[in-house]
């Protein structure tokens, strides 16, 4: 397996919770209540699974690496994608403190998560495509074979040390959970 498949892999995963989060957003709107729980296992899911583990394996290992093999950073697809992680991370701070907020009982910051989560969607959806089908397309022509398997153990490292032990699977089973919920 090369390190992009695996990343592709985790892009299926980031996807349904995009769908969950549209499904959300459609239920919030016709005005039925969301359960507040969900809201905040959504964002978690976000920050540690798509955020800390999958961006992280791409901006701290990928990316570099993808840089020492000439592919510019300013001015090429890894600039982008890097903004665009960013601005994933404002939608997220944006969704969590609209879920702190709908589980307070604020009444209107369903629609302040609906606006981020939409806002977010909007975002993923296309940068999904493009790391997929231009960004790992470029990493595999240019990384060598060896760099590729280092690349994986480093991913490995990844997953017991800043995600730790198992919590890859935890976060699997939430997803199937609320896919149970939500996309029935």
């Known amino acids: 397996m090369r390190p992009t ?5 985790e892009h299926q995963a980031i996807k349904v ?3 969950i989060l549209e499904e959300v957003c459609r239920r919030l709107e016709s ?3 969301a359960n507040p729980e969900h809201l905040k296992k959504m964002v978690d899911f976000i920050r540690v699974f798509a955020d800390r583990c999958h961006h992280g394996k791409e901006e701290d290992l990928l990316f570099p ?3 020492q093999a000439g592919v510019p950073k300013e001015g090429g697809p890894i600039g982008v994608m890097l903004k665009e992680h960013q601005m994933g991370r404002d939608y997220v701070q944006g969704m969590s403190d609209a879920a702190d907020g ?3 009982g604020d009444a209107g910051t369903w629609s302040s998560f609906v606006e981020n989560a939409r806002g977010y969607i909007a975002l993923l959806t296309p940068h999904i495509n493009k790391e997929d089908n231009v960004l790992y397309v470029m990493a595999d022509a240019h990384l060598s074979k060896e760099t590729q398997d280092r690349l994986l153990e480093e991913f490995e490292c990844v997953e017991r040390e800043k995600i730790g032990p198992g919590k890859h699977q935890e976060l699997h089973r939430l997803l199937d959970d609320l896919k149970e919920v939500y996309l029935k």
């Open 5 to 9: 498949e695996q990343l592709k892999q």
């Open 17 to 19: 919770m995009l769908k």
């Open 31 to 33: 005005g039925t209540d």
């Open 65 to 67: 690496a993808m840089e």
């Open 102 to 104: 709908y589980k307070r």
